[in-house]
Every structure is written in structure tokens, then in C-alpha cells.
């Protein structure tokens, strides 16, 4: 079971850095990946960041609907440092089960991915919290515990979204 941290101290940390970096230190990639993601890098501190931002929301996520915000953050074995390829392959993985899991169920959507510096940050929009864990914990009740920690607040404005939608 994965339990939620009310603090958003490293969210918001990360947040920080990227739209800094985003001000004078981030290119674009301008072809969008498969399912409409932008790619972004930038620095925090002097070491790279990946920022992978969803382009376009799918058809079923209004804004309205989707008013909590989830940070769900892997540490990495190496501080500071970009994930190893095991680690990438670990990360995927989790990504892929979260996301299916959530985006099924209509309860969360990954808006956002922030990889660097010792750190693979995924940002959820959900219904709620309490759907989106409940969801997350069913997800992952089999499987062996993760090195995350998980980071809830409240943004029906999305603005956290927004800060990377703006610098388009």
C-alpha cells in the first residue's frame, strides 16, 4: 500500500526549477511523441531535466472534471543523477501500469512527467484523491513495494499544468 504525503516540498521544488530553467535554459522538441507529448529540457541546479508534458488533453478529461492534482515521485538510487537503464525500464513499467490503471477507470490522467536530478516525477490530475489512491493501491496490491512517495493538493485551476502549456 502506498501512502500519501500531505507536503508538496519536492513537487513544488521541481516545479520551481523547471519553469526557472524554462525561462532562459530550456529547448523545445518540436515534434510531438506518440500521444501528443511535447519533450522539454532544461537544468535544475546544473543537472538535466526531461520535462514530458501532454500537448493535448484526450476527449474524456475536462478540466472541471479532474480538479486534484497527485505527484507521484521515484527516487533514484543515484542522487542527482538521470535513471540508470534498469531504472528507466522500472520507471516505464510503473508508468505504464499507473497510467493504465487510472486513465481506465476515468479517475486520473498523466499530465506530466519530470525526469532528472535524481528523480522520475509523474503529475496526475484525478477526480479525487481518495479514487485515485484507492485505484493506485488496487494497481499495485499484487506487486512488490516501489520506491515512491505521493504528494496531493488541491489545483482545479491547473495551474501546474498551465506553467508548462504557457511557455509553448
Same mark, same amino acid.
Given at each position: 500500500?502506498?501512502?500519501?504525503? &500531505?507536503? !508538496?516540498?519536492?513537487? /513544488?521544488? $521541481?516545479?520551481?526549477? %523547471?519553469?526557472?530553467?524554462?525561462?532562459?535554459?530550456? +529547448?523545445?522538441?518540436?515534434?510531438?511523441?506518440?500521444?501528443?507529448?511535447?519533450?522539454?529540457?532544461?537544468?535544475?541546479?546544473?543537472?538535466?531535466?526531461?520535462?514530458?508534458?501532454?500537448?493535448?488533453?484526450?476527449?474524456?478529461?475536462?478540466?472541471?472534471?479532474? &480538479?486534484? !492534482?497527485?505527484?507521484? /515521485?521515484? $527516487?533514484?538510487?543515484? %542522487?542527482?543523477?538521470?535513471?540508470?537503464?534498469?531504472? +528507466?525500464?522500472?520507471?516505464?513499467?510503473?508508468?505504464?501500469?499507473?497510467?493504465?490503471?487510472?486513465?481506465?477507470?476515468?479517475?486520473?490522467?498523466?499530465?506530466?512527467?519530470?525526469?532528472?536530478?535524481?528523480?522520475?516525477?509523474?503529475?496526475?490530475?484525478?477526480?479525487?484523491?481518495?479514487?485515485?489512491?484507492?485505484?493506485?493501491?488496487?494497481?499495485?496490491?499484487?506487486?512488490?513495494?516501489?520506491?515512491? +512517495?505521493?504528494?496531493?493538493?488541491?489545483?482545479?485551476?491547473?495551474?501546474?499544468?498551465?506553467?508548462?502549456?504557457?511557455?509553448?
Amino acid at each position: 500500500m502506498v501512502r500519501s504525503r &500531505p507536503t !508538496l516540498n519536492l513537487m /513544488t521544488r $521541481r516545479f520551481l526549477a %523547471a519553469v526557472a530553467a524554462m525561462l532562459g535554459f530550456i +529547448s523545445s522538441s518540436a515534434t510531438p511523441q506518440e500521444r501528443g507529448w511535447d519533450v522539454l529540457k532544461g537544468n535544475d541546479s546544473g543537472q538535466l531535466l526531461v520535462i514530458r508534458h501532454l500537448s493535448a488533453l484526450p476527449s474524456w478529461a475536462g478540466r472541471a472534471a479532474f &480538479p486534484k !492534482l497527485v505527484a507521484v /515521485t521515484w $527516487r533514484l538510487e543515484n %542522487a542527482g543523477q538521470m535513471p540508470t537503464k534498469a531504472e +528507466s525500464k522500472q520507471t516505464y513499467e510503473f508508468e505504464d501500469l499507473l497510467s493504465a490503471a487510472v486513465e481506465t477507470q476515468r479517475v486520473g490522467l498523466l499530465t506530466t512527467v519530470v525526469t532528472g536530478n535524481g528523480v522520475v516525477e509523474w503529475q496526475y490530475y484525478a477526480t479525487s484523491h481518495e479514487s485515485f489512491m484507492a485505484t493506485l493501491n488496487k494497481a499495485l496490491s499484487s506487486l512488490p513495494k516501489y520506491p515512491v +512517495s505521493i504528494a496531493l493538493q488541491e489545483d482545479p485551476t491547473w495551474s501546474a499544468y498551465s506553467r508548462f502549456t504557457a511557455k509553448k
